[in-house]
Structures are given as C-alpha cells and as structure tokens.
C-alpha cells in the first residue's frame, strides 16, 4: 500500500469544493502518520476510544471526525476535540452533545443521519425527523451544537442506479431543509461517499466524501 500515492490520487480526482475525511479506523499511527506527512490533516474514526487514543498520540493539529454510530455515554470522552460528528440520529445524542460540549466552553459542529439505504442495519432518522428537530422549541435553545449538514450511507450493492437514487434522497432533503436555517442550524455540509461509490456521491451533489480501504488498503479487523 503507497498510502501518499493513494491518498494524492484521490485528491486529484475529486472537485476542490469537496472535502476528503481519511477514514483511519482500524489503522495504526503509523501508517496514519504517512496521510499525515503527505499534508493530509482530516481524519474519521468509528469508535470513540480509538479515535481518543490516536488524537492523544498524534499532532493537535488534525481534525477528527466520529463517523460511526454514537452512543450517549460516550460523547464526553471526545468533547474537548471532535471536530465534527457525522452520525448523529436523535435529539436526546444531540443534547447530550450539547451538553458535553458547553463544559468544554466550544460549539460542536454535527451532522444529522439521514437513512437512505434500503437495509435495516444502517442508521439514521428520516428526513421528517430532522425537520420535526430543527424547528423545534427545544432546537432553539441548543447553544453548543451547530447542525452544519446531513450524513448518509448508500445500500452496499452494485446496482448504480439504486445508489445514485439514495444519494440524490439526501441531496433532496438537505435543499428541503434549507429554509430552516437559523443559528445553530447552518447547512453547508453533504457527507456521502466512500471508496466504492465516492465518485456517485460527488456527481449527485456530495461535499464530503468518507473514503477509508481506497487510501489504506482493506481493513483487518482481527487485530
Ligand atoms: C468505514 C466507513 C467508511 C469508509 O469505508 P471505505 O469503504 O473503507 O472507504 C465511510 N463511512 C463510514 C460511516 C464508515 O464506517
């Protein structure tokens, strides 16, 4: 694996406006270091303590992403540091976010989880949800967090089609929530994409791609 190589030839083949999280889960530091030393500073971990552990071993200038699914108990031990938290898909997460995040004096940048795949072990909240939550009283007095986007994740198939009809969902109920838009709900952000299908994503309107396997090979998950 010539992780620079990878990792330059995905960065050339995608628009400047779109942002590439270096999916490092699984990986050790040393091979995250090589991403690093190639001027790579975007980062995205499924579990909180491994990503805890990597941020306290690694330079302070990397911004983390939690990607994976969250349990509340768990938001405190990456409060200091997250930089953006992709999966958030209920309101008592977010306000425990909130919560963790105004004792740590910052605002918490996050996204909602839409679902958009058809399978039942993918997470996230309807588009109908997000709209219930951001226009809520209880929304409004969250001064911690900001909402700056929706996450998603396409059904793993080879159907390019279906793919390309769940990304353009989510492209749709980010331009329907829009209007919504108010202080701590900022939208800029469309995170969908990863190393099979990225390339989908960014023609149906992605601004996030999560590419993980295509930068630092498979993943072994017995070690
Ligand atoms: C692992 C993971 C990725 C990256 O997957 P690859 O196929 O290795 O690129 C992206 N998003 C999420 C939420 C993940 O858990």
């Known amino acids: 694996m010539n992780i620079k190589n990878n990792l330059k030839n995905i960065l050339n083949s995608i628009p400047n406006h779109v942002t590439l999280v270096a999916v490092s889960k699984t990986k050790p530091v040393p091979e995250i270091m090589q991403a690093y030393d190639a001027g790579h500073r975007v980062f995205g971990e499924n579990k909180v303590q491994d990503m805890v552990e990597k941020y306290e071993e690694m330079p302070k200038d990397i911004e983390w992403h939690m990607i994976g699914h969250l349990q509340r108990n768990k938001v405190k031990y990456m409060a200091s540091f997250v930089s953006l938290i992709h999966g958030v898909d209920n309101f008592k997460l977010l306000k425990e976010i909130n919560k963790q ?67 353009s969902t989510l492209k749709k109920a980010f331009e329907n929530l829009q209007p919504l838009e108010c202080f701590n709900f900022k939208p ?23 590419v993980g396997s295509s930068i630092f090979g498979s993943r072994n998950y017995t070690n």
Request: charged share 25%.
């Open 101 to 167: 995040a105004e004792k740590h004096n910052r605002v918490i940048d996050c996204l909602f989880q839409i679902k958009i795949a058809e399978e039942d072990s993918k997470f996230g909240m309807s588009a109908e949800e997000a709209s219930n939550i951001l226009s809520s009283e209880a929304f409004s007095e969250l001064k911690n967090i900001k909402i700056t986007g929706l996450m998603g994740m396409a059904t793993f198939t080879d159907d390019t089609t279906q793919i390309k009809q769940e990304f």
């Open 188 to 210: 800029k952000t469309i995170s969908m994409g990863m190393s099979g299908d990225y390339k989908l994503a960014i023609d149906s309107g992605s601004t996030m791609i999560r």
